[in-house]
């Protein structure tokens, strides 16, 4: 086999990847360790959020004391599982150096026009004729049940103002009004008119079939093994269904890529975070607009096939895919005090998904071509934005593929 790119990753950031490399006229393989555009992708049963609100490196102040209090709850929305592992220390550590004014005020800027520039190519690309992922812009919608969590909302929606971003203050009836599936005992809320949402397992499971008409080649359920190489070139991989010759590789294999990056020499400190989600009927009356439940940190999403998600909980906990119940317990419990007509018994009844999301200590995504190896480019360490984020990436990597450099922030040494 050979191609002009070789991606290893089929989940949101890899197909982007090649959908943007394919316009720059190259010749694509996508391998996946999985089928392409199913569930075991973390990209399929995420919240499905376009949020260039979400503009907060998740390294910021006050995470570390909020953080403290939840870690050793195993049903609080940031839980840490107790264990020795020197990468976990290396990672908390650097956090914890990241959580700073600073990091925020140096970075916020970027992150803010990159989703902006991410949505502007999520609406071109829903207007592909050979495609339907549920694209909509319904913005996103804060709400919380006590008077500090609405605080915390507030605080989130002036550092956006302050940013340019345009934000609407909603009292407790215009979040009912807005929103009549919502109870009317809340607190209040705050509307984020520009953001939007899709439904990510359509994405996930349409965007091959377009790329493979385009002339993409779609490798599903094959293992990457290994990069070859010449010198301090790489120039394929090496795969359970043979070789793989390619003039450029990109590496987007979220959680999984430092794995492969070792063999080069390369190492990237990035923690998988595992969060879970319940897919659903919607209630009735439907919810229109994404919602953050502030307290619990459940995001719910309306999604198409008249269906609603909630995803929720960020789970240091190593590489594992294992259901965590209490997890699922807490985000099933959550739901009722927002809602009218839901209860926690049959949400907590509905087969949970669980994915894992690449986590850097600083929360900025690692973009670009380490040093002192050619033929060679990685997309990973998205967090929770690799869905909002994934054009916008895609797109910057088939810039750098292309001889354009990433931003500097994104630097794929910068803790080496």
Not at 32 to 37: E, P, T, V
């Amino acid at each position: 086999m050979t191609y002009d790119v070789a991606i290893v990753g089929g989940g949101a950031i890899g197909l982007c990847t090649a959908y943007y490399l394919q316009r720059q006229g190259a010749h694509v393989g996508v391998f996946d360790r999985s089928m392409i555009g199913g569930p075991a992708s973390a990209s399929y049963g995420n919240a499905g959020w376009v949020v260039p609100s979400h503009f907060v490196p998740l390294a910021a102040p006050g995470v570390i004391s909020q953080g403290l209090k939840w870690m050793l709850d195993s049903k609080s929305p940031f839980y840490v599982k107790p264990r020795l592992d020197l990468n976990l220390i290396r990672w908390l550590l650097q956090f914890r150096r990241h959580c700073t004014e600073a990091h925020v005020d140096q970075h916020a800027p970027l992150l803010l026009s990159l989703g902006l520039e991410s949505r502007r190519l999520y609406a071109e690309m829903a207007n592909e004729p050979l495609i339907e992922f549920g694209y909509a812009a319904e913005g996103l919608l804060y709400t919380a049940r006590t008077a500090r969590g609405h605080a915390e909302n507030l605080h989130e929606a002036e550092l956006a103002e302050r940013m340019g971003y345009e934000v609407d203050y909603l009292t407790a009836s215009e979040v009912t009004d807005r929103e009549p599936a919502l109870r009317d005992d809340l607190a209040g809320g705050v509307y984020f008119p520009l953001d939007a949402h899709l439904t990510p397992q359509r994405f996930q499971s349409e965007m091959p079939a377009l790329l493979s008409e385009r002339g993409a080649a779609l490798h599903g359920s094959v293992s990457v093994t290994g990069f070859q190489t010449a010198g301090n070139r790489v120039t394929g991989l090496e795969t359970s269904a043979g070789p793989v010759t390619a003039t450029e590789t990109v590496l987007a294999g979220g959680a999984w890529s430092g794995e492969l990056l070792r063999e080069m020499d390369v190492r990237l400190l990035m923690e998988p975070a595992k969060g879970y989600s319940l897919t659903t009927i919607q209630p009735d009356p439907p919810l229109r607009t994404p919602t953050l439940l502030a307290e619990a940190k459940v995001a719910v999403t309306p999604m198409l096939d008249g269906q609603i998600r909630y995803a929720g909980t960020l789970e240091l906990a190593g590489p594992s895919l294992t259901i965590n119940q209490r997890r699922v317990e807490a985000i099933a419990e959550a739901v009722p005090n927002y809602f009218h007509s839901i209860a926690a018994e049959p949400l907590a009844q509905i087969e949970p998904w669980a994915g894992l999301r690449p986590c850097t200590p600083d929360g900025l995504p690692y973009i670009g071509r380490p040093q002192g190896v050619k033929g060679l480019t990685v997309a990973a360490g998205h967090a929770m934005v690799g869905m909002s984020l994934a054009p916008v990436t895609g797109r910057l990597v088939a810039d750098a593929v292309d001889g354009k450099p990433a931003p500097k922030a994104f630097a794929v040494d910068r803790f080496s």
